[in-house]
């Protein structure tokens, strides 16, 4: 089973197109420098890393589930390992932050993948979440939006604390930051 339970082809079809879209001045450029700026120091997990753009302003580690992704990111230098986050390869409690940067929405099984965030995350451990906001009609490929408050009380269920929550309708996102208690 792959993470993001539903097939994209946008790699195949657009290339390494969040490097293409950092380099003009775009809504998805504003996005990348807010999560840039956003994330703590210490080692950092990207899920669903895709092209590694993000992956690289943050000096993280990645995983993508697309054979695609993963090589073009590799092709740009960054450190992304094709895998499932519903069964990470890694040991317990390594990294600082995890950050899940418009994957939840996708996800037909999230509770799975925040249990494995849970494992891979150190005591006091960060996890970031980035997804759009529901309302009007939903993405065909999303298996379930949610309102901030919808979220945060859906994590904080997992065992985390809401740090801050911030939406920004005009790059029609939602920013979530949650300690692990």
């Given amino acids: 089973m792959t993470f993001m339970d539903i097939t994209f082809n946008k790699y195949e079809k657009r290339g390494a197109y969040h490097w293409k879209e950092f380099n003009q001045n775009t809504a998805y450029r504003k996005h990348a420098l807010i999560v840039q700026q956003w994330i703590s120091s210490g080692r950092t997990l990207d899920i669903g ?27 740009k230098g960054v450190n992304v390992i094709l895998g499932d986050a519903y069964d990470m390869p890694y040991k317990k409690n390594i990294f600082d932050n995890v950050l899940m940067g418009d ?9 799975k993948v925040i249990d494995q965030i849970k494992k891979v995350l150190k005591p006091k451990g960060r996890l970031y979440i980035v997804t759009p906001p529901k309302g009007g009609k939903m993405d065909k490929y999303h298996y379930k939006e949610y309102t901030p408050e919808e979220l945060q009380q859906y994590i904080e269920n997992f065992g985390f604390k809401t740090m801050n929550v911030t939406v920004r309708p005009n790059l029609k996102r939602m920013y979530l930051e949650f300690q692990l208690i």
Avoid: C, F, Q, R
């Fill in 103 to 111: 994957v939840i929405e996708h996800l037909k099984y999230p509770a």
């Fill in 49 to 75: 890393a895709g092209d590694g753009l993000i992956t690289s302003l943050i000096d993280a580690e990645g995983i993508d589930d697309n054979e695609t992704a993963v090589k073009l990111a590799k092709e």
